[in-house]
């Protein structure tokens, strides 16, 4: 198998742990293959956009969503590290309002595997970090929506010291109890 796949406290969110081939040169892996990802994870999913960011240490982005056009992501991290959550805005799941958090490095290469009807985000623990994440469904600006990051109903144990860096809509944030999340 390609990949070792080990679910979370949220089973329908994966860990994905590639078979990395290294040597002396360097390493080699497949990142993705549409076949093997099927088998390992019993998924059927066709990605449509590719995203990269860059952020600085600190930098918490998220918690993001789309209410109509949800996208299911797979993301990985292929320089520096950040803390990677997501949590479960869908009202009638036995899980609703619940989180897990995953660190996902350059060194360590796991992707997370996060459906759509969950809320995203992640900070960097590194100096800086370059995140890349496919999605299944295309950006849709009218339909995002972002949950705060520092929601006590959630009470996601960010592994920070210091307030984090945050765009003005991450700060505009609503609390989970008022915003619009899936049925």
């Not at 240490?57 to 950040?82: F, S, T, W």
């Amino acid at each position: 198998m390609p990949y070792q796949v080990t679910p979370t406290a949220l089973p329908e969110v994966l860990i994905l742990e590639p078979k990395v081939f290294g040597d002396e040169r360097g390493f080699f892996f497949e990142s993705y293959n549409q076949r093997d990802f099927a088998q390992a994870t019993g998924l059927q999913t066709a990605f449509v956009q590719d995203n990269h960011s860059r952020s600085a240490r600190n930098v918490l982005r998220g918690l993001h969503y789309q209410v109509q056009q949800p996208q299911g992501k797979l993301v990985r991290v292929v320089q520096g590290e950040v803390y990677d959550v997501a949590v479960d805005v869908r009202k009638s799941s036995a899980h609703f309002g619940r989180w897990v958090g995953v660190h996902l490095s350059a060194e360590n290469k796991r992707q997370l595997w996060i459906p759509a009807g969950f809320a995203h985000g992640f900070v960097v623990l590194s100096d800086t970090a370059e995140f890349l994440y496919k999605t299944t469904d295309y950006y849709a600006p009218a339909h995002e929506r972002c949950i705060r990051w520092d929601d006590p109903a959630i009470g996601i144990r960010w592994p920070i010291a210091a307030p984090p860096l945050l765009a003005a809509k991450d700060a505009a944030g609503k609390l989970l109890a008022e915003a619009e999340v899936f049925a």
